[in-house]
């Protein structure tokens, strides 16, 4: 079955230190995003890719970066710098074509310690 | 970032009631989309709109798209336990950037048995 592959479930960082998360989709979407959802916050946008190679910020995008190497992956990397990390990510990703909705992945909690 | 006007913020119900929630833009959509959260999960596709004037059901659930095009409705009826979640509503703009969506706040929902 196609769909969209988010790892770990559940991610514990030490403050200062940086941390990846795994985005990884066989849907053969164009388009990948990474939100950031905090109770009562809704979903803000970090980082989307529209294509391979190519990437731009969204309205959060302070302490976080991104790469976009091949159609299937997406990783995120939460740095040092934001200064609080702690929330559940999603990643989603959209067929080719304007008008279709998202796929979002199942999420990844993280925490800091 | 801009975000759409998701009301009301939670609900508490009792089984068996009728559920209605809404969202509303100050710009113009040419698609809305609806999405269900399970704690833990990634959001889920319920219903999507195309149309102005749109009324479209997915079994207990019914989304119209508002003839303005600057609102969405989803109704939910004779709610069960597992309707429990965060509903979502997502649009479009017309001309929006490179097809991305605009998310609600959402609606937290609790039934009572």
């Known amino acids: 079955d196609g769909g969209i592959t988010q790892s770990p479930k559940y991610l514990f960082r030490k403050e200062g230190q940086n941390v990846t998360l795994s985005c990884e989709q066989n849907l053969n979407h164009d388009a990948m995003y990474w939100y950031r959802q905090d109770p009562g916050q809704g979903l803000r946008l970090i980082y989307y890719?529209?294509?391979?190679?190519?990437?731009q910020k969204g309205d959060i995008a302070e302490g976080y970066s991104v790469s976009r190497e091949k159609k299937e992956s997406f990783p995120l990397t939460v740095t040092s710098a934001q200064k609080n990390p702690t929330a559940f990510y999603l990643c989603?990703?959209?067929?080719?074509?304007?008008?279709?909705?998202?796929?979002f992945g199942s999420g990844t909690r993280l925490t800091v310690v | 970032g801009q975000q759409l006007n998701q009301s009301p913020q939670s609900m508490f119900i009792q089984e068996g009631e009728d559920v209605s929630m809404n969202c509303t833009s100050s710009?113009?959509?040419?698609?809305w989309l609806w999405y269900k959260q399970d704690p833990g999960e990634g959001p889920v596709l319920l219903i999507a709109?195309?149309?102005?004037?749109e009324l479209t059901s997915n079994g207990r659930l019914t989304a119209q798209f508002g003839i303005t095009r600057k609102d969405s409705f989803l109704n939910i009826s004779a709610s069960i336990p597992s309707d429990v979640g965060i509903y979502f509503c997502a649009g479009r703009m017309n001309g929006g950037s490179q097809g991305n969506l605009i998310f609600g706040k959402g609606t937290k929902l609790s039934v009572k048995p």
């Open positions: 989603a990703s959209r067929e080719p074509g304007r008008n279709y909705g998202y796929t």
């Open positions: 709109l195309y149309k102005a004037g």
């Open positions: 710009s113009i959509f040419n698609t």
């Open positions: 890719s529209q294509i391979v190679n190519d990437f």
